[in-house]
């Protein structure tokens, strides 16, 4: 079985420029999730995404915003960028009902 | 509100000697509890979790907590460590499974 993937591994952006970033769930798994883990932190989440719809949301505004594909991929966008937003984001996806997600290895973001 | 204290951020222990890393947690509802693992540069690997029933849950690599109601803890062991075990800790925890909340992390730094 394949496990979770996010592209790319790393990204440099400059503050103000739009960010997508791009998670394959596991096979199998219908609901995917995003978090942010900035340095020294635990990860928080974004939003979660069940049916293409989304979930759940974080505290996190609005130029936060994702997608979910029919093949249960999905996508991260990120607007206007600042220095803050950059971390590590993790995509996991889960079947439904949770019982533990499974989680990419992230993508390292770098607001310059 | 959902919440997770992590009580160390870093716990310093030689090889081959026993360990536990701290969690305690506080919600109004039942729980699901969680405890993952970040190697440097990785996401996050699902080390065990609780959902219901026994409240002593084992997990990989050795690796087993007890859950604790009436403390509101779900603290990590393991009997004799190794040098691979170094890494980051999270626990975390979840309501209905929707999101999960994570600690800030606890750093076990293993010695020869």
């Known amino acids: 079985e394949t496990g979770v993937t996010q592209s790319p591994t790393h990204l440099i952006k400059t503050r103000g420029q739009q960010v997508t970033l791009r998670c394959s769930s596991q096979s199998g798994h219908n609901t995917v999730s995003w978090y942010q883990q900035a340095l020294g932190q635990g990860p928080q989440f974004i939003f979660q995404y069940y049916r293409e719809e989304e979930n759940g949301r974080g505290n996190f505004p609005p130029r936060f915003s994702g997608l979910q594909f029919p093949n249960y991929s999905s996508e991260l966008n990120v607007n206007a960028l600042e220095l803050d937003d950059s971390a590590l984001y993790l995509c996991a996806s889960s079947t439904t009902g949770g019982y533990g997600y499974t989680f990419g290895s992230g993508t390292r973001l770098t607001v310059v | 509100a959902q919440s997770v204290t992590q009580l160390d951020s870093q716990v310093p222990v030689f090889e081959e000697a026993p360990v536990e890393l701290r969690c305690n947690y506080s919600s109004s509802v039942s729980v699901y509890l969680f405890w993952y693992v970040q190697y440097p540069n990785q996401g996050l690997q699902l080390l065990l979790k609780y959902l219901s029933g026994s409240t002593l849950v084992k997990g990989i690599n050795g690796f087993e907590a007890e859950f604790n109601k009436s403390q509101t803890s779900f603290h990590l062991r393991k009997p004799s460590v190794h040098i691979s075990d170094t890494a980051e800790y999270f626990c975390?925890?979840?309501?209905?499974?929707?999101?999960?909340?994570f600690g800030t992390g606890t750093r076990l730094q293993v010695f020869p």
């Open positions: 975390a925890v979840s309501e209905y499974t929707d999101k999960l909340i």
